[in-house]
T-cell receptor
């Protein structure tokens, strides 16, 4: 049974058209993360929530926003996607910040 | 700043043993994780070290030396399905920053 679920698996959007990626979890974990991973590169942390506390990485572009309306759900909003934002976006959860992270299958975003 | 290094690629033979190294320089240290990632899939957790020494989990073992800023992942009795990228990730002292290394792409040959 999938414990970290990302929808959709593949997303296509147009240059400059806002897009939202979603993540849900059944683990009741406090911490949720969003990563961007480009081809042949390591995942890069964009931001994470510890419960409701939002933590933005210093080099995450302002174009990327996130919402966590409750424990189970977290959203990644890209306000004006550029061609350079085409990537795999991974959501992960952990029970605490020093615990292993459990990843969803990712959403592969393409920009036309 | 944070800096994590891993070899880019490695090749090994089915049934053999391979050691994948990871060196790190981070502002504080609060644990090192190893993940396996098959192409097009999400990373899956393999092991966690926070104290010096060896952690063994079946065919996989991971070692940590905090004084040297060094870890390795040891894979025994290699199988074809072990062909994947292996990512070393470090959490900093405050537990807020979690940084992945560039990953090592392992190819297991028959």
């Amino acid at each position: 049974d999938a414990m970290v679920i990302q929808n959709p698996r593949y997303q296509v959007t147009q240059f400059g058209k806002p897009v939202t990626l979603s993540c849900s979890q059944t683990l009741n974990h406090n911490v949720m993360y969003w990563y961007q991973q480009k081809s042949s590169q390591a995942p890069k942390l964009l931001f994470h929530y510890y419960d409701k506390d939002f933590n933005n990485e210093a080099d995450t572009p302002d174009n990327f926003q996130s919402r966590r309306p409750n424990t189970s759900f977290c959203f990644l909003d890209i306000r004006s996607p550029g061609l350079g934002d085409a990537a795999m976006y991974l959501c992960a959860t952990s029970a605490a910040s020093n615990q292993p992270q459990h990843f969803g299958d990712g959403t592969r975003l393409s920009i036309l | 700043g944070q800096n994590i290094d891993q070899p880019t690629e490695m090749t090994a033979t089915e049934g053999a043993i391979v050691q994948i190294n990871c060196t790190y320089q981070t502002s504080g240290f609060n644990g090192l994780f190893w993940y396996q990632q098959h192409a097009g899939e999400a990373p899956t957790f393999l092991s966690y070290n926070v104290l010096d020494g060896l952690e063994e989990k079946g065919r996989f073992s991971s070692f940590l030396s905090r004084s040297k800023g060094y870890s390795y992942l040891l894979l025994k009795e290699l199988q074809m399905k072990d062909s994947a990228s292996y990512l070393c990730a470090v959490r900093d002292n405050y537990g807020q920053n979690f940084v992945f290394g560039p990953g090592t792409r392992l190819s297991v040959l028959p």
